[in-house]
Structures are given as structure tokens and as C-alpha cells.
């Protein structure tokens, strides 16, 4: 499926605010956010448009600004490098083919360049797994997590945001629906945070953990080092 | 020049704003300076720089080549050293993202975006790639704007509001406070809790003031 496909039809309307989809177009996101707003992204083609405008801004910028000077023979070597034949094969970014069955939306696809079903997905506490995609410097962590419909994600506490973008089924925070593309951004200053999946098909959420998150119970406490969250 | 541009400087704003009229009031596309030869070259009267792209596409035009580089080169370093990098290293980006333009000119589609756009975001992608060393995930935003549905909303005539004249001047009407937390971000490649502390303000306030810069952008571009 291409990612026009992927058009939000469970989706509430939870869309991230203007000021990500500006950070995202002027490149000021970690790889894991800028992997997570491009996802969301995909689904919306209200964002979509506003990331372009955003881009377009940036174009205008840079076009604007003033012509540095540039070094001697700078022309000569960029001309030596036009027919440098290395530079014209540069393998593009591998791919997947657009028919590969995959739930993803193609960023998502194509950055972890594997099919859903070939991911190794571990166990997170009852009802739970996850797949750890990637640990910013910072301590940001991407990762996918699956829950099975009707499981109650133990209850939470935040030292940082958490950035969570549903791509198969649904879950509630204190009545709130989240469906498919839809964001919800959970503020770091949350402290019982209890997403209730929906009953039925598992929940698959690609979700950005600025910090460790605080687990309420003593078995959540006891499973958190294994977690890794 | 000088190449060195300190880390995480205290930006002077006011030198910012006032910076904003000279980036303005810049003669537009007329005529460019050639920077290797120092004489000048034209444009002819019926290019632009997307027709210039496309010469490079479909006939491997050097000439269109060249006033392309003439054009975007000084100005693509320029930007880049307002990034926290070094001459050196804003060159090297620079030549890259020149490369890129000609060997991927097939790639870009005038009817999708403007030249301007599809430049920065490949100096935007070389430079996180080498300088921050990470990828970053692009959403195939033109798939979309090619697919739209009704054809009055239709892109021609939202791309031709991305006119960098016409992004410049609604860029000018802002107030100052808002102008710069736009300018923070796409000049300094600062997070909103960098701007946040750079101009001594709340997270929320950067925040807010974010969505309504663009708002009032995106109202005066025509686009919503």
C-alpha cells in the first residue's frame, strides 16, 4: 500500500500542533521525531500541505540570504565533480517495493526498511510487546509498541513528552479516542497517565519517549529495567 | 569572510531584525554576478530558476548549470553558516547540494514545488546527514500535492503564492517577536526549548508564538 493509502478513517482529529510540523520543515527534530512527524504526517494531507508551506519558507530563506563569498577555484572542483562518475551511482536509499503488505505508511517503511512481520517484537508486561527502533543521545527513545485490545496500560508518570501516533486500532485516556493517525501527546508533567486499549485487533502505536517514563505499580517498577523505558 | 561561527552564540535579535530589510529589499533575479569570473551574466528573460532546472535535466545544460550555481551557491553557504558550522564545512555542503542539483534535476517538478523549496530541502537533509550524522525521515510531501483532489485548490496557484517575494513581505508584516522565533529555527537550527532559552521565554510562549507566526504566514501566502 503507498502511503496515500493510508488516509486516517478511524481517526478522531488528533493532529500534532503547527510548531512540530515548523521544527520538522526547518530540520530542527531528532531522527526519532522527525521519523514520528513524517508518520503522522502521511496519514493527513492537511499536514502534509503545511509541511510543504513550512518548506517553502525555508526556500524563501535561504534564497534570501546574503551571497557569502566562496573560495578560489570553488567552481573548478564542483565541475571536476560533476563527472565524477562515483557521484552519479550513489545507491539510493533501499526501499521497499510499494506492494510489500505492510500496515506502515511509507516513511515508516522505508526507515525501517523491513516488513511488520519481520520485526522482532519483545515482551513488555502482560498483554504488551515493543520494538526498540532507535536511542537518541539525549535519551529520546523511538519505539513501536503492540498491545492487545482490552489491555490497560499500566499506569505512568512523565519526565519528558511522549508522542504517540496509533497505526492499527484504537485506545482511550480518560474518554479521549485516539485511532489510526491520530497523535497524542502526553505533557511531561503528567503523572498517571492510563491508556485503555480497545477491545478487538491488537493496538500498534509508533511512540517517542523524551525520558524514562515512572511506573506506578511495584511490578512496574520491578519490569522497568527490562523494558528499557 | 570570516568562516567561524561560534556555537550557540547570544543572538543579537535586534541585528536579526534589522538584517530582515536588507534580506527584503535584495534585488531579485534579475541579473546575477558570476563569483568565478566576477562579471556579471543574465538570465534570459524567459527563464526562471525552474526552467534553468530543467535545461539541467533534460539536456545537461552547463550554461544553465552555471547561472544556477551563480545564483543559489553564495546564498546556500550563506544560510549554512548561520548554522553553527564552519566555512569549510558550509562549502562542502554547498558543493554537495550542487551535485545533487545535477544529478537529480530529473527529480524535481516544477508543477510540485518551487525550485527554492526543493533546494532547501536537499541543503536541510545534507546537513543533518553530515553534520548532526543522522537521518531524517521525509514524508513525500509532493506525492500528495500531485494527487490533490479538487482542482481549484490545485497547487499551480499554491505554489505561485510561494513566490519568495511574496514569502519575504508576509515574512516583514509579522511583529518582531514572532518573526523571530521563525527565524531561530530555520536560521539557528534551534529546538523550542533552545529558542526558549535564547529569548528568556516560557516553552508554552515559543510555542504559541510558533502557531500564530505561521498562521498569519499561511493566511497572507493564501494557503489554507
Given amino acids: 500500500m503507498g502511503s496515500e493509502k493510508h488516509i486516517a478513517e478511524n481517526g478522531t482529529g488528533h493532529l500534532i500542533d503547527d510548531e512540530w510540523l515548523i521544527a520538522y520543515a526547518a530540520g530542527n527534530l531528532s531522527e526519532a521525531k522527525s521519523a514520528l512527524v513524517a508518520t503522522h504526517a502521511s496519514f493527513h494531507p492537511v499536514l502534509q500541505r503545511k509541511i510543504h508551506s513550512a518548506e517553502a519558507m525555508g526556500g524563501a530563506l535561504m534564497e534570501s540570504s546574503d551571497e557569502a563569498t566562496l573560495s578560489d577555484g570553488f567552481y573548478e572542483k564542483l565541475l571536476a565533480k560533476l563527472d565524477d562518475t562515483d557521484q552519479q551511482d550513489q545507491p539510493a536509499m533501499p526501499t521497499l517495493k510499494d506492494d510489500a503488505k505492510t500496515i506502515f505508511p511509507r516513511p515508516l517503511t522505508n526507515y525501517l526498511n523491513q516488513r511488520p512481520d519481520e520485526l522482532k517484537w519483545r515482551f513488555m508486561g502482560p498483554g504488551m510487546s515493543q520494538v526498540k527502533l532507535r536511542c537518541e543521545d539525549n535519551g529520546e527513545k523511538l519505539w513501536l509498541l503492540r498491545a492487545k485490545g482490552g489491555t490497560e496500560i499500566p499506569s505512568h508518570g512523565h519526565n519528558g513528552h511522549e508522542f504517540t501516533l496509533v497505526l492499527q486500532g484504537s485506545y482511550s485516556v480518560e474518554g479521549q479516542l485516539f485511532g489510526v493517525g491520530d497523535m497524542e501527546l502526553a505533557a511531561d508533567d503528567i503523572d498517571d497517565h492510563r491508556p485503555i486499549i480497545s477491545e478487538g485487533e491488537d493496538c500498534i502505536c509508533l511512540v517517542v519517549t523524551e525520558a524514562p517514563i515512572n511506573l506506578k505499580s511495584l511490578i512496574g517498577k520491578a519490569f522497568q529495567p527490562f523494558i528499557g523505558l | ?224
Fill in chain 2, 1 to 224: 569572510m570570516s568562516n567561524s561561527q561560534p556555537a550557540f552564540q547570544k543572538t543579537n535579535i535586534e541585528a536579526l531584525t534589522s538584517n530582515w530589510q536588507g534580506w527584503f529589499s535584495a534585488k531579485t533575479n534579475a541579473r546575477y554576478r558570476n563569483p568565478t569570473k566576477g562579471s556579471s551574466i543574465s538570465f534570459l528573460n524567459t527563464d526562471t530558476t525552474e526552467t534553468l532546472a530543467l535545461k539541467v535535466a533534460e539536456h545537461r545544460d552547463k550554461q544553465a548549470f552555471r547561472l544556477l550555481f551563480a545564483h543559489f551557491a553564495p546564498r546556500i553557504k550563506s544560510f549554512l553558516l548561520k548554522q553553527k558550522i564552519n566555512g569549510e564545512m558550509a562549502e562542502d555542503l554547498t558543493q554537495e547540494v550542487m551535485v545533487t542539483l545535477w544529478h537529480k534535476a530529473h527529480m524535481f517538478d516544477p508543477s510540485k514545488a518551487r525550485l527554492s523549496t526543493w533546494m532547501f530541502r536537499i541543503a536541510r537533509n545534507k546537513f543533518i546527514d553530515k553534520v548532526r550524522r543522522q537521518k531524517y525521515i521525509e514524508v513525500d510531501v509532493d506525492d500528495h500535492i500531485r494527487s490533490m483532489e479538487a482542482p481549484e485548490k490545485t497547487d499551480t496557484a499554491v505554489i505561485q503564492n510561494q513566490d519568495r517575494a511574496r514569502i519575504m513581505s508576509a515574512m516583514e508584516v509579522l511583529k518582531p517577536e514572532l518573526r523571530s522565533v521563525i527565524q531561530l529555527s530555520f536560521y539557528q537550527d534551534m529546538s523550542h526549548s533552545q529558542i526558549s532559552e535564547q529569548l528568556d521565554l516560557p516553552l508554552g510562549t515559543v510555542k504559541s508564538r510558533m502557531r500564530i507566526a505561521f498562521q498569519k504566514l499561511r493566511i497572507e501566502l493564501g494557503n489554507f
